[in-house]
């Protein structure tokens, strides 16, 4: 059968969505959603999948988060929690245009309980 990971997170943009929204086009595009209405730019993300596909969605929020700041600096930013049935959950950090993966903090267990 193989191992879910089950997957939950948000990018914010500054002038980049529309890069971002060619970027998801390319790959999977399931599980993303462009929120309508507000000041915001953002796109989220909810999905539980295969281990396997796990690297496909992390490389398409690194190739997002390296996406050129705006005029006044500001690049994408966001977080991510990813919980692997086998391996636990970790964090990913959406900034300085780059992705930080680590373990997130066990305050987030309710999540997956």
């Given amino acids: 059968m193989g191992t879910w990971v089950y997957v939950r997170g948000w990018l914010e943009f500054n002038g980049q969505r529309e890069e971002a929204e060619r970027i998801i086009r390319e790959g999977d595009t399931q599980g993303w959603a462009f929120p309508e209405g507000g000041w915001l730019e953002a796109v989220c993300y909810a999905r ?3 281990a396997g596909v796990l690297d496909g969605v992390l490389d398409q929020v ?3 988060a390296a996406l050129p700041a705006d005029e ?3 690049r994408v930013c966001g977080l991510f929690l990813a919980f ?3 391996e636990g959950q970790s964090e990913w950090q959406v900034r300085d245009g780059e992705v930080f993966v ?5 305050r987030y ?3 997956w309980k």
């Fill in 62 to 64: 690194r190739r997002i």
């Fill in 109 to 111: 267990d309710y999540l």
């Fill in 72 to 74: 006044d600096g500001d």
């Fill in 102 to 106: 680590g373990p997130a903090s066990p």
């Fill in 48 to 50: 539980a999948v295969r």
């Fill in 84 to 86: 692997h049935e086998v």
